[in-house]
Structures are given as structure tokens and as C-alpha cells.
């Protein structure tokens, strides 16, 4: 059993309330990540979890036991810190048997342990090295060996991955969703990276201003976003959002062309969301929307064209294959009605 | 003309100048390895140890002793004194501790010579006018640089690495023990062989608390050597001197050794 549950947990500095409220079920060996832009209140969260933080209201509880007065070390949980925080007076070796010696645990049972993590992890040729000669990769794996041989019911990451380079950071993202398969234990893992939201989770929590937005699968929230927030959130390339005024039977684009609609709710709708992979390139009669195309990344598998509409909107287009377009040229675009996400006025979405 | 050519008059000049310089070292040395010592500079007719036996035997032997005991224990003290009291201004929001800090500093410039007589009231009263009294009134005299410099050493030592360790079960003591010393090790052997040197040459405080020959250190001992017994035995002073400056050149180098080895960084990237 190591479900971890928050019930009303809130956070405050003084007079300051950071986190105001954050109710939430992770299951025994789930992988939930918290996501949400700077000063969320994520990382807060999670120190709370471990606790370093005190909480100023509300219970956590892992493994059915309520834990708000429990020190950390008898949670029941390892934490792997963004600078890795390595002992750098202590051999790899010894930073990952350091918990474990403090436990007073064997000394042959430390070394099997200690060698058996290192496996896993394949750092077993740097055990005698110092933090210091090592990569930044490594370091980040010695960091995680010394969760993984404690032992723990619950692994809480606080962004592993953000001082490693892109490429690493793609790499290590993949060995830590084998190492979630290989332990079958809960994760925690704070992130502002969406990417890593999207391909790790099994639940993302999408966190705002010290609340939760949205909690579900990366799926969900990609096809299913509750509000603006979430859905500008969530995916590589950032949703586009329209302003619209319902007329008739459909929604009155910028540009003043009409999308029909047949959507239940559609009189309410003020914001129109549709993601760039959803627009697609129509002829001049068919097009939803007309504007200049002001500039063009192309990736070689895709590109992005962002498109300024004579209304001033800039919408991002992502395009199949090279296409050979010209800057400056008049560009007609195709709303499918299927990617169509609608808002209303308080930017919830509209079902 | 040849700028770069060696010229004779800068030769004269510089030879003249390292003359200068050397002159009262080979005196000295030669003094002090001359049984038959004179005071001139001149090459010895015998080369001996004798002085040197001489000046660890007897009074100026129990003087060394002293000088070891009250360095030694001022450095000691010192470390172990500002350690438990800069690592929590180094980790709690003391209000003001800045600025406390700062003051400690600025009342240490005063001259010692200013604080003597209250100093020495002080341990009069309280029955402290020996070698630990000594030891008690440097150290106190020492905490507000000790202080400042192990403060910013603790500083540098990230939170980050108390978190894992107490969230690894480390109790407090043991993440000072096993964390923050072992990284600070740099910034307290700076503060231990600063105090070490400090308390060596101090003289003005021994001579006035210890005021029997026993309890002289070298500093005093020293001072006192010239004129005893009517004649000035320059090879037993010369001796004596090399003696007492030696451990200076030893701190020095020990110094520059921890500084090498000292704090490795952390390092997030790489």
C-alpha cells in the first residue's frame, strides 16, 4: 500500500496563501506528474509530500496513514532534488549507501543493495569515482541510485531532468519510464516541462496559482482540456485561441466568415480553441480564415506557419511534410469541426 | 640601444638588494648552527646543534610547550566556538544578523591594548590568570572575524544537501557532522591556522596574565632571553628564534595544502 492522498492541503507564508486547497488520490504505483508554469505552487506541493515543508492546513496521508506530523525520513519516501545535491566529499559509493549506513543497516547488505541499484541504473564502473568527475547525466543517475536502494513507497522527483541538455533529457526521460515499469513504485514528479508531462504521466495534475486545474490522463487533457489554461497548457504547440460571437447557427469567426456548428452550448461560446495540428490549408471559397503568412519554421518532418489574420490574431499552423509556401503570402485555412474546442466568457470549456 | 640586454648597473642593484635581504637570514643561520656563537656575521670555525639543544631544554623548552598549548588551544576553541555559533546565522532567519556581525567586526578593531585593563579584571576575578585564561580572552578576541568567515562558508553549502540527507534520515547533528564540516573543511582550517599563528605570535596578553616564567610562551620568553645573566648568548637567541618562527612556516604550508583541497563544488551542470 502506498497510496498517496491530499485532502484541503493548503500552504501559506505568513499572510500569504500559496496553496490553496489541493485535494487529490494517487494510486499505489501510479505516475503522477505535477505541471503548471513558475510559481504554481507544484514544487511546494511536493515538499509538502516529503516533508520539508510544513502544511498549514489539510492532511496527507501515504499508505492510508495520515503523515502531516511524521518527520520525513519515516515517510516512507526518497526525493531526487533538480541540482541531484550529491555529497561532494563523498565517493558515488558512498552518497548512495550514505541513507542506508545512517539506518544502520548491514554492511553486506548496504553493498548489495548499493551494487544492485547501480545495475539497474548501469553505473556500476563509477562507484569508487567522485561527484565531481562525473556528467551531468551520471550525476543524475547516482541521484536516482540513491533513492532506488533505500527502498522507498513513494519516489518524488523535483525536476530531475531541467539542468541536463536537450538530447539527454530525452534519454533519461525514457529510463525513467522503464524504471517506473522495473519497480512498480508511486512516482511523483514535479515538472514545468510539458513534454515530460505528456510522455510520462499516467495522470497529469495541471496546477495554476496554487490550485488544480485538471487532473487526468495526457489523453484527456489533450482532447478534453476544462479551460483555456489547460488547454494552452498542454502539447508541444500551444492551442490557438479566437475570439468569436455566436450568430445564427455558428459561431462568427475573425474575418467575419461563419463556422456552422451544431454544438449544444454554442450560444455561450466567446473563445474559439483549435490546435495548430488541427488547421489545415483550404481553398480560397472553403476557407474559414484569410491572412498573411509572417513567418515559417520548418522542421523537415513539419513545419509551423504562423499566420496574422487582418484582425491582428496570429495563429500557428502545423503543416505536413516542407511545404513550399513564401512569406508574406495570403494563406486560407480549414477549421475542421472536430478540432474545435469552445470557452465561454470565464474561459471554462463548453461541452 | 638594447633594452632587453642584461645591464651591469641593474646587476650591482640587484645584487645589492638580495644582499640586504639575505644578510639577516645567514646571520641567523649561521649564528644558530655556531656552538661558539658571537653575534658577528661571520662563517662558523664549528657546526653544531647545541643551541638548538639548548633552546627546547629547560625554561625555553616548558616556553615552547606553552606557546604549542595556547595556540593549539585558541585554535581549537575558536573552531569549535564559531562553528556552533555561525552555523545557525548561517541557516536561521535571525533578524539583524548582518548587521550583528558587523559589529562584532567593528569592535574588534579596537586595539587589544584598549580592552587590557577590563580584560584583565575579568580574569582576575574569575581566577583566570594563567594559560587558560589566555586561551578564553584570544578566543573571544578571534570570534568576530571566525565568525564572519564560517558564516560564509556555511553559506555555500547548498540546502539542497541537508534536505537529502534529512529527508535520508540524517539528524541535525549528524548533517553538520557528515555534510556541512566535511564540505566547510577549507574555511576551518583557515580559521584554525589563522587562530594558530595569531595566539603564537601574541605577546602582549601572556605577558600580562602569566606572570611567572612557567607560564611564558615563546613570544614573552623571547623578550625576555635578551640580557639574561648580564650577556646576550646569541646562538642560544638565534636558536631560539628560528624555533619559534618555524611553526609560522609550517601553518603556511599545511595552509596552502587544505586550500588546494578544499571546497569541490556541488555541480549542477556538466
Keep these: 500500500m502506498s497510496d498517496v492522498s491530499l485532502r484541503g492541503v493548503r500552504k501559506s507564508y505568513g499572510s500569504v496563501e500559496v496553496v490553496h486547497g489541493v485535494d487529490l488520490d494517487i494510486k499505489s504505483g501510479e505516475f503522477v506528474v505535477f505541471v503548471g508554469p513558475s510559481g504554481c505552487g507544484k514544487s511546494t506541493l511536493l515538499r509538502m509530500i516529503a516533508g520539508l515543508e510544513p502544511i498549514s492546513g489539510g492532511d496527507i496521508s501515504i499508505g492510508g496513514k495520515v503523515v502531516n506530523d511524521i518527520p520525513s525520513p519515516q515517510r516512507g519516501i526518497a526525493m531526487v532534488f533538480q541540482s541531484y545535491a550529491l555529497y561532494p566529499h563523498m565517493s558515488v559509493y558512498e552518497n548512495m549507501a550514505f541513507g542506508l549506513k545512517l539506518a544502520k543497516t548491514p554492511k553486506a547488505e548496504v553493498e548489495q543493495r548499493v551494487r544492485e541499484a547501480a545495475r539497474i541504473l548501469q553505473i556500476e564502473d563509477y562507484l569508487e569515482r567522485m561527484p565531481k568527475a562525473l556528467s551531468g547525466g551520471q550525476r543524475q543517475r547516482v541521484a536516482i541510485g540513491r533513492a532506488i536502494v533505500r527502498n522507498p513507497k513513494v519516489f518524488l522527483f523535483d525536476e530531475p531532468l531541467s539542468n541536463l541538455d536537450a538530447s539527454l533529457r530525452a534519454q533519461t526521460r525514457i529510463e525513467i519510464a522503464k524504471l517506473h515499469d522495473t519497480l512498480d513504485a508511486t512516482m511523483i514528479y514535479v515538472t514545468h516541462d510539458q513534454v515530460e508531462a505528456m510522455t510520462l504521466a499516467d495522470r497529469i495534475v495541471v496546477l495554476n496559482a496554487g490550485i488544480i486545474e485538471q487532473v487526468g490522463s495526457p489523453l484527456e487533457l489533450y482532447r478534453n482540456p476544462v479551460n483555456t489554461f489547460v488547454a494552452g497548457f498542454i502539447a508541444s504547440q500551444r492551442m490557438n485561441f479566437l475570439t468569436v460571437t455566436p450568430s445564427g447557427d455558428g459561431l462568427l469567426l475573425p474575418g467575419n466568415r461563419l463556422l456552422t456548428l451544431s454544438h449544444a452550448q454554442r450560444e455561450n461560446a466567446r473563445t474559439l480553441g483549435v490546435r495548430p495540428e488541427h488547421l489545415q490549408l483550404a481553398s480560397p471559397e472553403a476557407a474559414h480564415f484569410s491572412g498573411t503568412l509572417s513567418v515559417i519554421e520548418q522542421f523537415g518532418e513539419y513545419a509551423l506557419a504562423y499566420v496574422e489574420l487582418p484582425s491582428g490574431d496570429l495563429v500557428t499552423v502545423k503543416l505536413d511534410g516542407a511545404p513550399d509556401l513564401q512569406l508574406h503570402q495570403t494563406i486560407h485555412i480549414g477549421l475542421p469541426a472536430e478540432g474545435v474546442h469552445l470557452f465561454d466568457e470565464a474561459g471554462r470549456a463548453l461541452r | ?270
Aim: glycine share 8%.
Design chain 2, 1 to 270: 640601444m638594447d633594452s632587453t640586454g642584461p645591464s651591469r648597473t641593474a646587476a650591482i642593484a640587484l645584487a645589492f638588494m638580495a644582499v640586504i635581504w639575505i644578510s639577516p637570514f645567514s646571520w641567523l643561520i649561521l649564528n644558530a648552527f655556531n656552538p661558539l656563537s658571537t653575534g658577528q656575521l661571520e662563517i662558523p670555525r664549528a657546526v653544531g646543534l647545541d643551541n638548538f639543544a639548548l633552546a627546547v631544554s629547560g625554561n625555553a623548552g616548558r616556553q615552547f610547550i606553552n606557546s604549542m598549548l595556547i595556540a593549539a588551544g585558541t585554535a581549537t576553541l575558536s573552531v569549535i566556538v564559531g562553528i556552533s555559533a555561525a552555523y545557525p546565522l548561517s541557516r536561521l532567519r535571525i533578524p539583524g544578523r548582518n548587521a550583528f556581525l558587523w559589529t562584532l567586526v567593528l569592535l574588534r578593531m579596537l586595539p587589544s591594548a584598549g580592552v587590557l585593563v577590563p580584560l584583565y579584571f575579568a580574569a582576575q576575578r574569575s581566577g583566570l590568570l594563567n594559560q587558560l585564561g589566555v586561551i578564553i580572552a584570544l578566543t573571544v578576541l578571534n570570534l568576530p572575524f571566525t565568525l564572519l568567515l564560517l558564516k560564509n562558508f556555511f553559506d555555500t553549502v547548498p540546502i539542497e544537501l541537508e534536505e537529502a540527507a534529512y529527508v535520508e534520515g540524517a539528524s541535525l547533528l549528524q548533517i553538520v557532522t557528515k555534510i556541512v564540516l566535511p564540505m566547510s573543511r577549507a574555511g576551518i582550517a583557515v580559521v584554525w591556522f589563522y587562530s594558530f599563528t595569531g595566539a603564537w605570535n601574541e605577546f602582549l596578553l601572556p605577558l600580562i596574565f602569566a606572570r611567572v616564567q612557567d607560564a611564558f610562551p615563546m613570544s614573552v620568553g623571547l623578550y625576555a632571553a635578551f640580557g639574561q645573566q648580564g650577556a646576550i648568548n646569541y646562538g642560544f637567541l638565534t636558536a631560539f628564534s628560528i624555533i619559534y618562527a618555524a611553526p609560522a612556516v609550517g601553518v603556511y604550508f599545511l595552509l596552502r595544502r587544505n586550500m588546494n583541497t578544499g571546497f569541490a563544488g556541488v555541480g549542477v551542470k556538466g
